[in-house]
């Protein structure tokens, strides 16, 4: 399923377009909270997201997705194929006042490219970095890879001197260190506050060297996990914008003066995904979804319309691939997606010998729209065909850290 958004604002959000009228304080809300500040240390769109306000890679997307220069000024592929050279922008400084050139580069590569990083699949086929001069850096690749400034738009750069006088100089997603709860980008805003779970204060970077398109001089972020907590303090103004909505309440919503909803089709595609790897389930028997006659029956045995229908109420979009129709890679010939039919998926489990088998079945419940529901509802449509799915559901922070342990069956994600 491809997601629809639905997100409100009473007031202003960050990224407006208008020249600064007076001093504005912007107080936001969403379900889950960065789990932490390390950009290299959870590859989840709930860190990476927030952390783009505060870190800056050497890409970024612009308004309308395309690619645009932020740490580098322009780059260009190397000749063969070789690679891509980026030349870095000079003048930029980090929010402690120390200046950015090409080490910093190299070095946050080594640091988001380690085995303790969650991103290093981004540099799979990156073979080295070498630094050509203060301010130019080249990628070296195993292969031509035309697409390569696009696989690395959210790669942030640290300060080498920073995380290496702070014994940060490698993530650690298990114990944390000083990056997780410290940070020090050359993004617009900076961290003056950070109280894991309750909220993370950020204030403009006065040095950055961008040209600010907004008006507000702090904002706070607040997780509010309750939907109906957060659609109260968004109603009586206690904050000025939440992300999501719960889509039971979005027409409500557009009915209550001062509120504005505002939708739009994401950049996410939730799948469900498997095990990798291994011969068996978690409880010990026999990994079933080896066979892709299970494989198949899954996909036949889930109404992802009834979903979409029912408990998402309109809000997403069925979608054959893991990426969706806009983006570069989806393939027109194979845009149809498998038909529901109960009967067709009984039949393959029956063939696969699987009727009855029992496995789990994991879902966040506060980071996707409707996760839990949905999740409950595939349970049931699963069961249907013949499979004893168990449902586990856990805050996005557990969830995603079982996850990356590969602590369930089968998971929801996107």
Known sequence: MRLSSALLAAALAFGIAAAPVSAKEFRWATTADA?????????????????????????????????????AERWEPLEGGAGWRFHLRRG????????????????????????QSDVASWFAQVSAVDMVDSHTVDFLTTAPNPIFPDSIANFMILDQDWAEANQAARPDREAGN????????????????????????????????????????????????????????????????????????????????????IEGVEARTIFFGFRQNTAKLLDGGADIFNDIRVRQAVNHAINVDAIVKVILRGAAQPVSQLIDPASRGFST?????????????????????????????????????SDEAVCQATVGMLAQAGLAPRLVTLPAAQYFAALRESQFDMYLLG
């Open 92 to 115: 930029v400084t980090f929010q402690d006042g120390a200046a950015f050139d090409a080490e910093d580069v190299v070095f946050s590569y080594g640091r988001a490219a380690s085995p």
């Open 178 to 261: 000083f990056a997780t709860l410290n940070a020090n980008g050359t993004g617009a805003f900076r961290v003056t506050l950070r109280e894991p779970g309750l909220q993370t204060v950020l204030e403009p970077f006065d040095k950055w060297w961008g040209a600010p398109e907004h008006n507000i001089t702090r904002a706070i972020h607040k997780p509010i996990k309750n939907p109906a907590t957060a659609l109260a303090s968004l109603i009586s103004g206690a904050v000025d914008f939440i992300e999501p909505v719960p889509i039971q309440d979005v027409e409500r919503l557009r009915a209550t003066e001062g509120v504005q909803v």
């Open 35 to 71: 789990a932490t500040l390390d950009p290299h240390a959870q590859n989840t769109a709930t860190v990476l997201g927030f952390l783009n306000n505060v870190y800056e890679g050497l890409v970024r997307r612009g308004r309308d997705m395309r690619l645009e220069p932020a740490l």
């Open 333 to 369: 010939a194979r845009a149809a997606r498998p038909a529901f039919d109960i009967e067709e998926a009984k039949a393959l489990i029956a063939a696969a010998g699987t009727t009855g088998a029992a496995f789990t079945l994991a879902c966040p419940n506060d980071r996707y729209i």
